[in-house]
């Protein structure tokens, strides 16, 4: 398999663009906006998990953190090793969701 190949089994292209990408993207005005609404239902998923990993992560943190202050015995990393990662995914997929998100308003204006 080449080089080339290998990208129409990817999600992405060489270029790093996501399998809707603009460069290889269809200029007739149904097959725009059938990538509008892929990108606008990426964009809701993400935006979704998101919001449920942090709203999750964010209370589990403070309980550790204060369990953590209420008992010398427990160790002070626990809320952040218990915490960060949901949160950090979280942010990334809301972070992402807008992107997408911008994405879609530039194809809808151009």
Known sequence: MSGEQIY???PFGPDGADFAGVSRMDTAPESRSAHVEILRGEARFMAAAGMILMGVALPLTLVFVALALGRPEMSPLLPIAVGAPPTMIGYLA?????????????????
């Open 8 to 10: 129409d089994f990817l």
């Open 94 to 110: 809301c972070h992402f969701a807008s992107r997408r998100l911008a994405k879609v308003k530039a194809l809808s204006e151009g």
